[in-house]
């Protein structure tokens, strides 16, 4: 079955750096576009970064352009997100998130950042 395992989180200063990896298996990880999201108690999920298949598009939430980048290793199953200038409005937990072709979403169990000022 599609697994999503997240992990690279932890607790670093404001200013600091991260750098998240998600491991995809039971699923062909190349065809797929990949997304990291991230949520706070209380708050909605929401989209932070996406690639596509060859990472020859990418998007961000305006919020962290400039700061954050993704990228990927389809010959690992793996998809980065490399987190510099950290802020304390960065904390959240970060997600994998895979949508299949018949849109359904899969997510790991997240890894927990936490940015302190």
């Known amino acids: 079955q599609v697994q999503l395992v997240e992990s690279g989180g932890g607790l670093v200063q404001a200013g600091g750096s991260l750098r998240l990896s998600c491991v995809g298996s039971?699923?062909?990880?190349?065809?797929?576009?990949m997304f990291w999201y991230r949520q706070t108690p209380g708050k909605e999920r929401e989209l932070v970064a996406s690639?596509?298949?060859?990472?020859?598009?990418?998007m961000y939430l305006d919020s962290v352009k400039g700061r954050f980048s993704i990228s990927r290793d389809n010959a690992k199953n793996t998809v980065y997100l490399q987190l510099n200038s950290l802020k304390p409005d960065d904390t959240a937990k970060y997600y994998c998130?895979?949508?299949?072709?018949?849109?359904?979403?899969?997510w790991g169990r997240g890894t927990q950042v936490t940015v302190s000022s």
């Open positions: 998130n895979l949508r299949s072709s018949h849109d359904v979403d899969y």
């Open positions: 690639i596509t298949t060859t990472g020859d598009s990418l």
């Open positions: 039971g699923f062909t990880f190349r065809i797929y576009s």
